[in-house]
């Protein structure tokens, strides 16, 4: 039976949710108070989980220090104290909502490491809402 | 692959373990101190979880605002300082366990959201102890 | 200077506000859905702190085991899975809001705890409301 | 001997820390990632305490659901999904640092609430940053 | 469909990671401070998770009051303020990882519990790192 | 009146409570498990906190950056992955009680500190035992 192993790091970020296709008006009714178009923003918790095998002599299915020191590199440094609308290319053309943060932080870690080991990443955009992807 | 998206609302009620068919000696041995007549109580988290496909225009699963109003009028409004025994429907017949009271709300809600999205419901009865359902 | 040390303990209650002087009409005016007649519950959290000057050959202002074992047996043994309302002398005739928990909390262990430490009680009845006795 | 009683509310908020008298370079070497020209934000934690004696009829020293609506009515709502520096009157001239939203959220709520009740701010800027006025 | 119910308990424990194949210099360069010779320490959280069909007389999956109880018999007591390297056996020829520890945790529980319920652990060695096993 | 602002670091450290003056039994006698030679260890948060005025020009107290640097250089740095009996010289002859490594942080931060400013450290042990230095 395989082992999963999570690391939570964190970033804070502004953001606004807006389809550029669609009039101020209908981002207002879509988004409610989330399309101000001045931004709000959020204390990001992300958590990063890796399953497989433990290795025989480690004990480690993967180093948490090292999967900490990869997702900082990639991921929140990256996206920490910045507007993630204009700040980062991910989100230039896509809607930042908390699904798709997720995928994004996914797709990014996704070639950082060994596919024999099932990523799956977990983002809270607050204590009381929060996103699994992929979902199990 | 899908994404779940997860709100949590919570709500404080007193409750009894109890089952009508048996002694209150034989209550009292199965189930302990939270089989007091007189009642005790807790502060219930719930975690109502959906699991989907982002819609292509919002890059939403789920409007989570959305999603906590639904919780907050069918459930949470209904079991907020009440006794979950005396005071509601659902528990007149049956045990209120943590186990049994997750389920009440899965079958309050499912009528509720759109068979295309999977529903699971995790209720913490206290910081240490809870329950998911359905299991993964 | 002194040290403060502090150790938390919980129960798990049901209770509800009531003024037996007045109507049922005015008790749910004032106390809103507190007034439940069925009552309602919370897993409460106490803090219980404790400010002198350490002891010179244990480091210890007051060891916190015992500081737990004292509060188990005077406080949280005494309300965990009761009813403050039915099952305590102390809220016969004393309106169980979290101020007056709090109050009586210090009262039992005022007696218990040699006088030359000040001792102060911080009652959760959730996440969000929360009293200390006496204030700073 | 007085009882404090605390309510915590939330908000989620851009700013970006920045002193107009200064250049640009000079605001990003005082104050870091902080100064980010886009905003970056928040999941805001506000802790409001009231000092006094409880009241002979209620128990209560004030009535936290009050409490709550009186947070949620003149500072989290106005606060909630803005950009503080560009959507409050309250931050066009005043760095909205933590020390400085603490000592607003004061100052609004000060006038609002009976002078014969201590009043006291702790705000959460992260799980690790917080403030608190006036200090004890 | 199945409900899993779970109980959180904890234990404070000392230990290092090493290898005894390997040099002293190799232990530092794989597990970093972690394999520091005097040991480190942490506040473990393991969280007990029982997938199953709750009873029909009891609406419990398991008691959750005896899976505390046998936890703290079997897991708790056995590694509570203990070095897991000098004084379990369980780590005597076994590296103390994350993933080690659910490993031993679940062979220990697994023969105490029927069978018919699926047993999970997830163990906390700080808030931010955390496995699962079996990994779901 | 004056603000007070606060920084919350970490270290994971091994530790015993032991008065070498004691006979072993003595130190198991007082000190119970907390005493095991072999040691334990937990997770330990502290909270850095100082009193003062904020500045005109920054609208800080004092940078929580900095102060999280500073905290880190000289404290956790220092202590964690570490014994704290064996592998520092502050607890050669102090024993490693909260109370002592409350001042002996205080201590070490006081000198690196602006005097105008109050300093105040809180030591988590574990999420229930922490201690406060200076008390208020």
Request: glycine share 2%; proline share 4%; net charge neutral.
């Amino acid at each position: 039976m395989k082992v999963k192993v999570s690391r939570k790091e964190h970033f804070n970020a502004a953001h606004r949710l807006y389809n550029p296709a669609w009039t101020d008006e209908d981002n207002r009714k879509v988004f409610g108070k989330c399309a101000n178009p001045n931004y709000h923003g959020h204390n990001y918790e992300v958590v990063v989980s890796l399953t497989g095998t433990p290795d025989a002599d480690t004990g480690y299915v993967f180093d948490m220090k090292k999967l900490s020191d990869l997702v900082r590199e990639h991921v929140t440094s990256k996206f920490d104290h910045k507007n993630l609308n204009l700040d980062t290319d991910h989100f230039k053309n896509l809607n930042p909502t908390a699904e798709n943060i997720a995928k994004v932080i996914w797709s990014i870690l996704r070639d950082k490491i060994d596919k024999s080991l099932d990523l799956k990443i977990t983002l809270y955009e607050t204590e009381r809402n929060f996103v699994e992807y992929p979902a199990d």
